[in-house]
């Protein structure tokens, strides 16, 4: 709970401070942005390491392989960075590269995916024959 108040705080004065700085320096605005988001990224380190660990601990006792969680742990990797990439650009005024990361993260999370989406098909295919 504190850690979710401090971010807050921080993303709220940051936006704060970067509408004041938008109406005379637009650049120091998006980099004043892109501290904060730096600063929020290394308060929530640890947490994400507890989380990652969790979901490790998690997938050992299921019994079922590492393998298939792998591509889900970095597609949700994926679309976090893909989300907070697009938004920056849009707040930088750059929807058409904003669209592009969207594009390029779409088409790596099918990537990342692909093991994952081949281990159901020749499961399935499996099934239709016994």
């Known amino acids: 709970m504190e850690l979710v ?19 005379g320096a637009p650049e120091q605005a998006l980099l004043l942005t892109l501290a904060a988001v730096a600063l929020v990224l290394l308060l929530l ?39 907070s990439g697009s938004a920056l650009c849009r707040d930088a005024g750059e929807s058409a ?5 969207e594009t390029a993260g779409t088409v790596c999370a099918l990537l990342v995916a692909l093991p994952l989406l081949q281990t159901v098909l020749t499961f399935l295919m499996e099934l239709m024959q016994v």
Do not use: Q
Request: glycine share 8%.
């Open 97 to 101: 590269l904003a669209v592009m990361i």
């Open 45 to 83: 380190n640890d947490s994400v390491g507890e989380v990652v660990g969790f979901l490790k601990a998690l997938a050992d006792r299921s019994g079922v392989s590492a393998s298939l969680f792998t591509p889900i742990y970095k597609t949700v990797g994926i679309a976090l960075v893909v989300r």
């Open 5 to 23: 108040i401090r971010i807050t705080a921080l993303c709220v004065i940051g936006a704060l401070l970067a509408l004041v700085l938008r109406r």
